[in-house]
């Protein structure tokens, strides 16, 4: 589990603060992902990074704003979060050969349990 | 489209009987097939994945699954539940028409009765 950091591991939050996230993945992997998962429901793909550039979006709104300043790191900046935001949100990375991500294996975090007040 | 069916959201065995988890998939091409398992307050670890070799894939931990491509189907099997199996098992598929984005199953909660 150490292959992928997530701090903190939990956050409460009111609807008018910014917070942001934070993954950190030491396997020298070029792809980074954002998952929410939430109770009952398949885990939503958020954003994907391949190579530090973005490639997916999947209509995320707007209140969630990824950053990804180098190959290790992707950072979540949360602003005006509403109640229906509360999850846990998951961090992955892969190998990735290239601008779009391959099949190889995902590696994950160990989430942030976000809350929103 | 891409989509994954766990058929069941609640599984429960006693230890030392076997586990079924079961999966089927929908994909318009040769997928990859994953599992993982999810423990309380963890991330999700891999624990087997298919990409076209051999339709046995052993995993960690004493599992496997075989894929069936007639029955579109990628069942997670262990010939003998253990305590620590307990946890939240998620089946995915990749698909390289779609980008290779990854699609989660629901998930199966497994609960190992002493």
């Known amino acids: 589990e150490t292959g992928v950091t997530q701090t903190p591991r939990h956050l409460v939050m009111g609807m008018t603060n910014k917070k942001s996230l934070k993954c950190e993945q030491h396997?020298?992997?070029?792809?980074m992902y954002w998952y929410k998962q939430s109770a009952k429901k398949p885990l939503e793909l958020m954003f994907v990074?391949?190579?530090?550039?973005?490639?997916e979006n999947n209509s995320v709104p707007s209140r969630f704003s990824p950053e990804c300043p180098n190959s290790s790191h992707l950072f979540l900046h949360l602003h005006t979060l509403q109640p229906e935001d509360s999850a846990l949100y998951l961090c992955?990375?892969?190998?990735?050969?290239?601008?779009?991500?391959?099949?190889?294996?995902?590696?994950f975090g160990p989430g942030t349990r976000l809350t929103v007040l | 489209a891409q989509s994954v069916t766990q058929l069941d959201s609640h599984v429960s065995v006693s230890e030392g009987t076997p586990v079924l988890l079961r999966c089927n998939y929908s994909?318009?091409?040769?997928?990859?097939l994953f599992w993982y398992v999810q423990h309380p307050n963890k991330g999700l670890q891999l624990l087997l994945k298919?990409?076209?070799?051999?339709?046995l894939v052993k995993g960690i931990n004493g599992f496997e699954a075989e894929f069936k491509k007639s029955e579109t189907s990628f069942h997670l099997t262990k010939p003998s539940a253990h305590m620590s199996d307990a946890a939240e098992y998620f089946c995915?598929?990749?698909?390289?028409?779609?980008?290779?984005?990854?699609?989660f199953g629901t998930g199966t909660s497994l609960t190992v009765i002493p």
């Open positions: 992955a990375s892969s190998q990735g050969r290239g601008r779009i991500p391959s099949t190889d294996t995902q590696y």
């Open positions: 396997l020298g992997h070029n792809a």
């Open positions: 990074y391949s190579l530090e550039e973005r490639v």
């Open positions: 994909s318009s091409y040769s997928p990859s």
């Open positions: 298919y990409t076209s070799a051999a339709t």
């Open positions: 995915v598929v990749s698909d390289p028409n779609t980008g290779n984005q990854f699609y």
